[in-house]
């Protein structure tokens, strides 16, 4: 499951947890495999309903969440 995590100072993580089926807000912190940091932007062309890509790019690539104005990023490498 991905969640994302929206600090007040602005900054974005992108969370990937093991459970799946999730519904809603059921988020439980010690299933996280992984927190990712997320570059953000707020200047871009409106995005009315939610997208996720995966752009991969070599041995990894990219996760974007695009919504409204806001683009965010989170670079990953596959080990």
Do not use: S
């Not at 991905?2 to 974005?12: D, R, S, V, Y």
């Not at 988020?27 to 995966?54: G, S, W």
């Amino acid at each position: 499951t991905l969640f994302t995590q929206l600090e007040a100072n602005g900054k974005w993580e992108l969370i990937v947890n093991k459970q799946t089926k999730q519904w809603g807000t059921a988020y439980d912190k010690a299933q996280d495999l992984v927190r990712i940091p997320m570059t953000v932007t707020d200047k871009n062309a409106v995005v009315e309903k939610m997208e996720i890509q995966v752009k991969p790019a070599g041995k990894g690539g990219e996760i974007i969440v695009m919504w409204d104005t806001y683009k965010a990023v989170a670079a990953f490498t596959v080990k």
